[in-house]
């Protein structure tokens, strides 16, 4: 009886282990009917059907217990799924929205109403798009006509494409604004703001065509403006481009620092924006370099004007650290389009300009002029052939006796260095000389005359010194001691052969530097004899500074002797400062006897001079020593 119950519930039990009550009654019923018939089974089959009713509550009981249990879980899985879509949404960089087919908002994360600070009252699941928008113009986000925009952007999202575009906020920000279109008719939007990508750009933009240091406009920006300048540059108009090249910067930042030179730069920078209006550029294009543009020129005097505040605007004293400093500008002017309309021949002008302002002297300004080209064309065939001579030897050394009137003795012999060209014939230092300075072949020049001027001397009598010229950047280097030191050994002679002649303009720069050298050359027994002496700032300071041998009155004075009474002032003066200061004179240029007896009787007895001998090659020199008395007794 119990095996038939047991087969019919497990009938009423479907695999899942859900029970058909319906055919549960009716079974049970089956079985009390059953038992009426036989009630000797009565006992048992009830107790076992009991029994097993109890069984199938408890499978029951179980299986509800276990489906509670993964219905719980797969809500808890779905619940933090859901927070992890949520922090994702609400974290991105970007605010992101999302619209049903029916222009209603169906996600919003946190970023979008905090970008626009909305109200998330309005702003949340269900508001229409035309709310959203009235809500943002209403706060001041949203400028557009709102139809027109939802018409724009329909019609592009039916069209299946994206629409993007960039919006200024009226706070500044700029936000890149993306529409995506979705598959169920609705659409997805990304609001980025980009302000401070876009203010990295700006600035990245911006070091590309400004100086570091300043903050002026650099070379790229200036020829930028140059060349737009000269394009916009009306019939009749001018425009004039300004180069300016600071004198006495170099020894600001080789005295005080790199530091303090760049402190003196960005002042010069200032003091030069001050100078020039709204509308025109200034703008650092090299070291110590500074270009600016003027432009609406009427007269040609506004240009000079322009040229002479910028110059006084630099010259003005300057305070760093407790430092007085003064320093100066060169100016080159080249004026569009008499001068050129191309920026790089405008450039070029001004540049030559510039060369002829330094020419000129400290503090110049110059407008360019037509000659300046063809000058500067034959200085660049005049370097390349210096670069060639000093390759293949082309230097001559000739020598000019320094006379001693009194006993009647050649005291030196002044070392003239001469360029014998292959095909221009003798070429004057004067020429060449500063160019062979400026392109650096000075320094391998300068050595070579001293080691030749010193094996030449090696054949003269022993009282007869050497005088050899040194220029300012032969002082400056460093190993102009050792290069002395080497010429002296070379040749065999002692150091009290030689005499160094410097000019005051050697004095003016890197001075303690400077006084060290001279010291060191002076105490290898050399003389230094002060050349050229009034024609510089003759400057007591530097007669003061270094105990010179020998003073060189410059034959600019004697050659106005005897009618020029100034000069004839300056040489008296010079040749009596001398006399007190225990200093040999030394009158140089000394053509006529009528000179040579005018400056002995001012006091100066040694001489130099067409008078006693041109210079002249070693060859030559050699007879003049033999019984020099004789030899020179037309000058007595
Ligand atoms: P400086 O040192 O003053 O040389 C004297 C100049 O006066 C020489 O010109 C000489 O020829 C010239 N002179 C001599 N007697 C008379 C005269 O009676 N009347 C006139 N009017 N002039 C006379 P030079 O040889 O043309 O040299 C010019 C300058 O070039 C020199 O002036 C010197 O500053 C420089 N120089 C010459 N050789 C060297 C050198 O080896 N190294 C350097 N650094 N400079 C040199
Ligand atoms: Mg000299
Ligand atoms: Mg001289």
Known sequence: MHKLFAQQLAKATD???KVDLDLLGRLVTAVYDGADRDSRDREDSVSAMVQQLDELTRGLEHQVEVRTAALRESEAVLKSQNRRFEAAIDNMPQALLMFDSDRRLAICNARYLRMYNLSPDIVKPGCPLRTLLEHRKATGTFADDIDGYIEGMIKTLESGRAMTRLVDLPDGRTIAV????????GWVATHDDITERRQAEAQIAHMARHDALTDLPNRTLFRERLAESLDGLERGARLAVLYLDLDGFKSVNDTLGHPMGD????LVADRLRQVVSEADTVARVGGDEFAVIQTGIHEPPDTTALARHLGEAVRAPYDLAGHAIVIDTSIGIAVAPDDGVEPDALLKAADMALYGAKALRRGAYRFFEPEM?????????????????VANGEFALHYQPLVNVDDRRIVACEALLRWDHPERGTIAPAEFIPVAEEIGLIAPLGEWVLRKACIDAARWPDDIKVAVNLSPTQMARHNLVPVVIGALAAAGISGDRLEIEITESVLMHNTAKTLATLHQLRALGA???????GTGYSSLSYLRKFPFDKIKIDHSFISGLPDDNEALAIVRAVAGLAASLNIMATAEGVETTQQLELIRRLGCV????YLFSAPRPQAQLMHLFEPHLQKLARAG
């Open 15 to 17: 695999s899942s282990g």
């Open 178 to 185: 993306r529409n995506q279109p979705t598959a169920v008719g």
């Open 263 to 266: 402190d003196l730069l960005k």
């Open 373 to 389: 080209d063809m000058r500067m064309k034959a200085r660049r065939a005049l370097e390349i052939a210096l670069r060639q001579a």
């Open 527 to 533: 003389r230094i004899s002060m050349d050229d002496f």
């Open 606 to 609: 040694e001489m130099q001079g």
